[in-house]
């Protein structure tokens, strides 16, 4: 089959939750027996988000191929259970670094080098990409941004393009805004959708389907206005309310026709809709008893965004564990020996995740060293694995000088170190998927049930072999290695209910529908520990 593309874009505010609405109808053309792909495209100039603060943009997600991603390819993976690849992820750097070194190279052959048609043709051409590497029946395209910036304008030139050069029948465009409810006149406005649809139009790209991003239901007479106005038919005018379980979308959506609306648009003569699978599990997650109250502790708390792969794979657990959960994030700076039991009184459970520098390291091993000593369920993420292997070192065996060289370049004891070809290759990130093998008659071994089992990294410091011997006699083992190129990955306590930390990333590879075992498992000792 030919593929067919999907493009999604937003108008009015950002944060609309588009990507939510872009994954949710790639799971239901999923649930059709369709292949799907996703891609995101995003108007800022970084190359990619790997150097950009989390602080600012939120999560740098990671792809099975090694990829720095935006956050919304974690949904995207999600909810359609694919794994994406580095095709999926393309900023305006990306785009202008390529067109700027094929000018170097001479490949424009003199030609004057323009936003369109090169800079257009480049953006085609990564569309293009992921629809010929994934092979997926259809593809859909999110542009990043708010229609009416000027960052996003190149990208709108080339989808509106890619309309006249693959088909009309073959493209669909999805247009998000939202309807504000005015609480004084008790009224949901449909003007800014007008205006935004009006701005669309004027890059000619006149939208197929309109999603209604709002706070209640919208009243049909709206969507018919909204249908007339902005020249769509009614059944393409849909509403996206605001939900508590974000993953009821998909069910939202079908119960308004969106995927049957689709296929038609698109020529598609699929199998029925079969969403039975992901109704289950959203009764599952609509009917779950009692609550588990975790703590996470990072040094990028203050957004919400910045852990947001942890956060839904910690629900994943709980929603596996039929509990419903309660996840506080602590900020790591504002913890110390002396407060550390009344900041953390009431967790069954404490998670510290990803990090880099030496910020809130004192909080963060404050947070290891009363999680081991008072026994309660501690899952470490990659920095959360080299500060557990440091408090060990210094609190348990008594080697106070054990550090690690990311904030101690001088440390006499470097038991967290960079490996030297890795310094070579220009201060290289490990990054994506690497095999475990799992050591047998650990904790991890009956966690995992499997001899090898693949990962996705993002770091650049690991444990230092030499330091291993001094760890044999101690009640902490390394529970998982990767033999090719001799790396710790997971670590555990034997005398304690659950304290697992690992050099990899597990959030990355959490599925509602395909909860990780680390964090299934972490969830049910957590609700094991009751006060
Ligand atoms: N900063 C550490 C490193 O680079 C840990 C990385 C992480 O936690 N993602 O190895």
């Known amino acids: 089959m030919k593929t067919k593309f999907i493009f999604v874009t937003g108008g009015v505010v950002s944060s609309l939750g588009k990507g939510i609405n872009a994954s949710s109808i790639g799971r239901l053309l999923k649930c059709r027996g369709l292949k799907v792909f996703m891609q995101k495209l995003d108007p800022y100039i970084n190359v990619d988000p790997g150097k950009m603060s989390p602080l600012q943009h939120g999560e740098v997600?990671?792809?099975?191929?090694?990829?720095?991603?935006?956050?919304?390819?974690?949904?995207?993976?999600?909810?359609?259970?694919?794994?994406?690849?580095?095709?999926?992820?393309?900023?305006?750097?990306?785009?202008?670094?390529?067109?700027?070194?094929?000018?170097?190279?001479?490949?424009?052959?003199?030609?004057?080098?323009?936003?369109?048609?090169?800079?257009t043709n480049e953006i085609k051409n990564s569309i293009l990409n992921v629809a010929k590497t994934s092979k997926a029946d259809i593809v859909i395209t999110e542009i990043g941004g708010t229609v009416g910036d000027i960052e996003s304008l190149p990208f709108l030139e080339a989808i509106r393009q890619f309309r006249r050069d693959i088909g009309?029948?073959?493209?669909?465009?999805?247009?998000?805004?939202?309807?504000?409810?005015?609480?004084?006149?008790?009224?949901?406005?449909?003007?800014?959708?007008?205006?935004?649809?009006?701005?669309?139009?004027?890059?000619?790209?006149?939208?197929?389907?309109?999603?209604?991003?709002?706070?209640?239901?919208?009243?049909?007479?709206?969507?018919?206005?909204?249908?007339?106005?902005?020249?769509?038919?009614?059944?393409?005018?849909?509403?996206?309310?605001?939900?508590?379980?974000?993953?009821?979308?998909?069910?939202?959506?079908?119960?308004?026709?969106?995927?049957?609306?689709?296929?038609?648009?698109?020529?598609?003569?699929?199998?029925?809709?079969?969403?039975?699978?992901?109704?289950?599990?959203?009764?599952?997650?609509?009917?779950?008893?009692?609550?588990?109250?975790?703590?996470?502790?990072?040094?990028?708390?203050?957004?919400?965004?910045?852990?947001?792969?942890?956060?839904?794979?910690?629900?994943?657990?709980?929603?596996?564990?039929?509990?419903?959960?309660?996840?506080?994030?602590?900020?790591?700076?504002?913890?110390?020996?002396e407060n550390i039991k009344t900041k953390l009184d009431g967790f069954q459970g404490i998670v510290i995740p990803g990090g880099f520098d030496s910020g809130h390291i004192n909080g963060t091993m404050a947070t290891i060293k009363f999680v081991r000593e008072n026994k309660i369920p501690f899952l470490g993420i990659c920095l959360g694995m080299h500060l557990s292997v440091i408090e060990y070192a210094r609190n348990v065996l008594g080697f106070t000088a054990a550090s690690s060289i990311e904030f101690d370049q001088a440390t006499p004891m470097p038991i967290i170190t960079v490996k030297e070809s890795r310094k070579e290759n220009g201060d290289s990130m490990r990054l994506g998927l690497y095999d475990c093998e799992i050591k047998p008659g650990t904790k991890a071994a009956a966690i995992y049930n499997k001899k090898t089992v693949k990962e996705r990294h993002r770091h650049r410091y690991e444990i230092n072999n030499e330091y291993i011997k001094f760890f044999s006699e101690s009640d902490l083992t390394f529970s998982g290695f990767n033999n090719d190129e001799n790396i710790v990955e997971l670590m555990e306590l034997n005398n304690h209910p659950f304290f697992i930390a690992c050099q990899y990333r597990p959030e990355f590879l959490s599925r509602p529908n395909r909860p990780h075992p680390l964090f299934t498992s972490f969830i049910s000792a957590a609700m094991q520990r009751h006060f």
């Open 61 to 119: 997600f990671v792809t099975d191929d090694g990829a720095e991603t935006d956050l919304d390819l974690g949904h995207y993976e999600r909810f359609i259970d694919e794994n994406l690849n580095r095709y999926s992820s393309v900023t305006t750097g990306k785009i202008y670094l390529k067109v700027i070194e094929k000018e170097r190279n001479g490949e424009y052959d003199g030609a004057t080098v323009q936003v369109i048609p090169h800079i």
């Open 168 to 337: 009309y029948r073959d493209t669909m465009y999805i247009h998000n805004t939202l309807v504000p409810y005015l609480e004084n006149s008790g009224e949901l406005k449909t003007k800014p959708t007008q205006h935004s649809v009006k701005e669309l139009r004027s890059l000619g790209i006149n939208p197929d389907m309109i999603i209604l991003r709002a706070n209640r239901s919208i009243p049909q007479s709206q969507k018919e206005k909204i249908a007339l106005f902005c020249d769509v038919d009614v059944e393409a005018v849909i509403e996206a309310q605001d939900q508590t379980i974000l993953y009821e979308m998909p069910n939202i959506f079908a119960q308004q026709g969106v995927d049957s609306y689709i296929c038609r648009h698109l020529g598609l003569n699929t199998a029925p809709l079969d969403l039975n699978k992901w109704s289950e599990m959203i009764l599952k997650i609509k009917n779950l008893k009692g609550e588990v109250k975790i703590g996470l502790v990072g040094k990028y708390v203050a957004l919400k965004d910045s852990y947001i792969s942890v956060n839904e794979s910690l629900k994943h657990g709980a929603y596996y564990n039929n509990t419903n959960i309660k996840i506080i994030p602590i900020d790591s700076g504002s913890l110390t020996n």
